[in-house]
């Protein structure tokens, strides 16, 4: 028992070091944030650009965001399935100097063939 309940702990913090909020490494004006806490995802977009309509009402940006829903991570591969149980695009998660990032399809791609992160790939907040 003194032997499981350590490396139960251990196993446990592994699993939970991907979690948290993923923002632009970069000094971004429009971009996306994902927040990622016990199996559950929020994933906003943002812009400091502000639309407004006929009647001077402010347009939302970006209609259907905020999305929620459930994530699972299978060999750093992130699946995003929303409330309504749409399946997102994936998401991959890779480590780089010790920071986790998320990077869409293109940017792992790169990432892979170059060794290169995006200039403003999420990058887990500390």
């Avoid at 699993?15 to 906003?44: K, N, T, V």
């Avoid at 992130?78 to 998401?91: F, I, K, M, Q």
């Avoid at 100097?97 to 992160?117: C, E, M, P, R, V």
Wanted: aromatic share 10%; net charge neutral; proline share 4%.
């Amino acid at each position: 028992m003194r032997l499981i309940l350590p490396g139960l702990a251990l196993l446990l913090g592994a699993c939970a070091s991907h979690e948290g909020l993923y923002e632009p490494s970069c000094i971004a004006f429009e971009g996306d944030r994902i927040a990622l806490m016990d199996g559950r995802f929020e994933w906003q977009r943002f812009t400091d650009q502000r639309v407004v309509d006929d009647d001077g009402k402010i347009v939302k940006p970006f209609p259907g965001f905020p999305k929620t829903g459930t994530y699972k991570l299978m060999s750093g591969q992130l699946e995003l399935v929303t409330a309504g149980n749409e399946r997102l695009d994936n998401w991959f998660m890779v480590k780089k100097d010790g920071q986790n990032y998320l990077l869409t399809a293109k940017q792992h791609t790169t990432f892979i063939n170059s060794g290169k992160l995006h200039e403003c790939a999420l990058r887990l907040s500390k």
